[in-house]
């Protein structure tokens, strides 16, 4: 059997060991050496190294983001518009509406101000959620996510048409 050099620590196994005498390495698991040849007795010359040419990479269009990018992004978004958020975001939105509503009746003018942005921006951000949800949501039965971005839809419009955004629209009598 040929000469066996140790894996794992270099020491040359007898043949007739089983193991390494160092390190106690199996010599199934060893390397094979091969056996020593004698030496040359002129010395290899050594090879001038030839400089490799650099190739240039090609520049990628700016269109396209980096898969990095994309998975990034693709993770925003389903952190986003998980189940729980989404929850979370219309309960905070029927909240804001009923604070809306709550300083309109008890405030007067200033509270009427104030519930003329507060509650259909509520209602805008709820159907926003709902909407992206519907869209960006994979966990969620397709009819759901259906019936969210219509009924998302719905909402935003609603929340929009109720801003008042000082715009007049002259009427004609």
């Known amino acids: 059997m040929p000469a066996v050099k140790c894996k794992n620590c270099g020491t040359m196994i007898p043949e007739d060991a089983a193991?390494?005498?160092?390190?106690g390495?199996?010599?199934?698991?060893?390397?094979?050496q091969a056996q020593p040849q004698p030496e040359t007795t002129q010395p290899a010359q050594p090879q001038p190294v030839?400089?490799?040419p650099v190739q240039p990479q090609p520049v990628q269009p700016m269109a396209k983001p980096r898969p990095s990018t994309q998975a990034s992004m693709s993770s925003l978004a389903s952190t986003v518009f998980?189940?729980?958020m989404i929850m979370l975001g219309v309960c905070i939105g029927i909240l804001l509406v009923w604070i809306g509503v709550i300083l309109?009746?008890?405030?007067?003018?200033?509270?009427?101000?104030?519930?003329?942005?507060?509650?259909?921006?509520a209602?805008?951000?709820?159907?926003l959620l709902v909407?992206?949800?519907?869209?960006?949501?994979?966990d969620f039965d397709k009819y759901v996510r259906m019936g969210m971005v219509i009924i998302g839809g719905f909402?935003?419009?609603?929340?929009?048409a109720g801003m008042n955004l000082g715009i007049n629209i002259p009427t004609f009598q």
């Not at 909402?155 to 929009?160: E, H, L, Q």
């Open 19 to 23: 193991f390494c005498p160092e390190c």
């Open 25 to 32: 390495e199996s010599k199934t698991t060893a390397q094979k």
């Open 50 to 52: 030839q400089p490799q």
């Open 82 to 84: 998980s189940k729980y």
């Open 104 to 121: 309109r009746n008890f405030a007067g003018s200033t509270g009427s101000n104030i519930n003329g942005i507060l509650s259909p921006t």
């Open 123 to 127: 209602f805008a951000g709820i159907g």
């Open 131 to 138: 909407f992206g949800g519907g869209f960006l949501n994979k």
């Open 155 to 160: 909402i935003i419009v609603f929340g929009i």
